[in-house]
């Protein structure tokens, strides 16, 4: 599958040969996928993927999927300090602010992988071009998806960060107001309102995510929304008092991939659908049973064709939950993943389309320009070519489509298709979703044994549109 993340900038092509160690010895590499930002490293391999501890990059094999976001060995490239700043002169510093003085350029809202994404892309194409980047949480570079498999990896909160923001922006050679909420926005003007003042720009880029969706039972303080570091940072410290009674609402991509960490940390978990399977919106009925006798072992309770009625506080402490088939249960947290719908405030302001069904801001797919020629978006907030696409791995695509179009440098063909990888990370049965999973088809079994199921998806004429692949993990549901 082409994710456009293999279009590598001059130099940065991939060299996987052996390579000696500065003391002569056999030394393990690390090699970072370029869309979601997941590190191989050699030493450790991925066990989950089939790739024991020691697996070099050389002999991984061409369809290992990442097991954050599903793309494949290509979008990876060897982790270099200097992969980012490459691009930027050492006279730019001078130029950019002698050229900000005339130009505002350009202003990113958002310091999400999208808004990092965009300001790297725009660097890339222009050394000199004046970039501010306005963010309301610090901005730090951090892998997202790592929120859904932290436990099974092993990896503490504190550590989940990869790269401060401050860092980030002296790497990419840009202005950064962290902190800083964008409030409004004037077309006319070309000046957004933020809580750190008013800036101008020639172009604007909203990459300012989505929010969780709270259902209509839930106060906001009764449940937790695990959208960013911050509230799973908190979480972590509630679940830290042991195990506890969890209730997840919602079995989509994040909230089974949380039952099945927290559950790796001996928590017990309900999960709760309005379907009556767990990913019934991604996965066909067969491999959703899998998940489930995969999640056997766990202590995971599934429970669809549910809709919480009522949240209230229970005299012992926790919550009391009632159910609309009357059933009632005690759980000491809840977790809400339910879906994602992007703020509508700054785009209104902007006067820029805004699609309130599926809850994003309107772009071109090919440009990622919004109905204002000067306004862009991209990642969770962007609606393109009618759908909302919350996965990581169109960002970098993305990305790049805007620097192009702002610009003039750079590829400008990279159309954002429907067609993203997508990577279950359930650690119980890994499941890696390609091709395309929307409109007509039927999913078969293609096989079905102790190495897994295979899975594809058929069209009116039996041309397969899209595979499924469900294995066992090579080791234990924790090793990853
Ligand atoms: C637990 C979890 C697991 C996931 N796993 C996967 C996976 O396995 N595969 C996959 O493809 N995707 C996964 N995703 C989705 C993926 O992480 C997102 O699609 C992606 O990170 C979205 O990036 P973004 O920059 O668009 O949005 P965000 O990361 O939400 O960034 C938005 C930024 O905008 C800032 N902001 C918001 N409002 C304002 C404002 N008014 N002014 C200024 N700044 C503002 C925020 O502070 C933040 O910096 C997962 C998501 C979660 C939560």
């Keep these: 599958m082409n994710t456009g993340a293999r279009d590598a900038p001059a130099g940065a092509g991939i060299d996987d040969r052996p390579q000696p160690a500065a003391d002569g010895g056999d030394t393990f590499r690390q090699f970072i996928c370029r869309a979601c930002g997941y590190v191989y490293d050699e030493a450790t391999g991925d066990p989950d993927g089939g790739l024991p501890p020691g697996t070099r990059y050389a002999d991984i094999p061409d369809d290992w999927a990442c097991p954050l976001c599903g793309v494949t060995k290509a979008d990876f490239e060897p982790v270099q300090p200097t992969t980012a700043v490459r691009t930027v002169s050492t006279a730019a510093p001078v130029a950019r602010s002698d050229r900000r003085r005339h130009d505002p350029g350009v202003v990113i809202v958002g310091g999400g992988h999208a808004g990092w994404q965009v300001a790297q892309a725009l660097r890339a194409a222009d050394p000199a ?65 933020s809580t750190r003042g008013t800036l101008r720009w020639r172009r604007l880029v909203f990459a300012h995510g989505a929010k969780p969706r709270l259902p209509a039972a839930f106060a906001p303080n009764q449940a937790w929304r695990i959208n960013d570091l911050v509230s799973y940072r908190r979480l972590r410290v509630a679940l830290a008092r042991g195990p506890q009674q969890v209730l997840i609402v919602g079995a989509g991509l994040i909230g089974s991939e949380l039952a099945n960490d927290l559950a790796l940390d001996g928590h017990s978990i309900r999960l709760l659908d309005l ?25 995971i309770r599934f429970i669809g064709d549910a809709e919480v009625m009522s949240v209230d506080s229970a005299p012992a402490g926790g919550h009391t939950v009632r159910l609309a088939d009357g059933r009632t249960f005690t759980v000491d947290q809840i977790i809400v993943a339910t879906g994602l719908a992007a703020d509508d405030r700054l785009a209104r302001s902007a006067g820029v389309v805004f699609d309130d069904r599926q809850g994003g801001i ?8 919004t109905s204002d020629r000067d306004v862009f978006a991209l990642g969770d907030c962007a609606v393109a070519g009618g759908r909302a696409s919350r996965f990581i791995e169109p960002i970098t695509r993305q990305a790049r489509a805007i620097a192009a179009a702002i610009t003039g440098n750079g590829a400008d063909d990279d159309t954002v298709t429907p067609e993203v990888p997508i990577r279950i990370k359930t650690t119980a049965l890994p499941i890696s979703l390609h091709g395309r999973l929307d409109g007509d088809g039927n999913w078969r079994v293609d096989g079905d044994g102790a190495d897994g199921l295979r ?6 004429d ?18 990853a």
């Design 362 to 369: 309107v772009v071109d797919a090919r440009t990622m320009r």
């Design 455 to 460: 899975m594809v998806r058929v069209d009116h």
């Design 275 to 299: 379907a009556s399977r767990p990913l019934a919106a991604l996965l066909p009925a067969v491999a959703s049973q899998h998940l489930l006798d995969a999640w056997s072992s766990l202590p």
């Design 129 to 193: 071009l004046p970039i501010t980047l306005v963010s309301a949480c610090s901005a730090d570079g951090y892998p997202k998806p790592v929120l859904s498999v932290a436990i099974a990896r092993a990896i503490e909160p504190d550590a989940i960060v990869r790269e401060p923001a401050a860092e980030l922006a002296r790497r990419c050679g840009i202005r950064l107001l962290a902190d800083a909420h964008v409030i409004r926005v004037d077309p006319v003007a070309h000046t957004v309102r």
């Design 462 to 479: 039996g041309a397969i549109i899209a595979t499924l692949e469900a294995r066992p993990p090579a080791t234990s549901a924790r090793a």
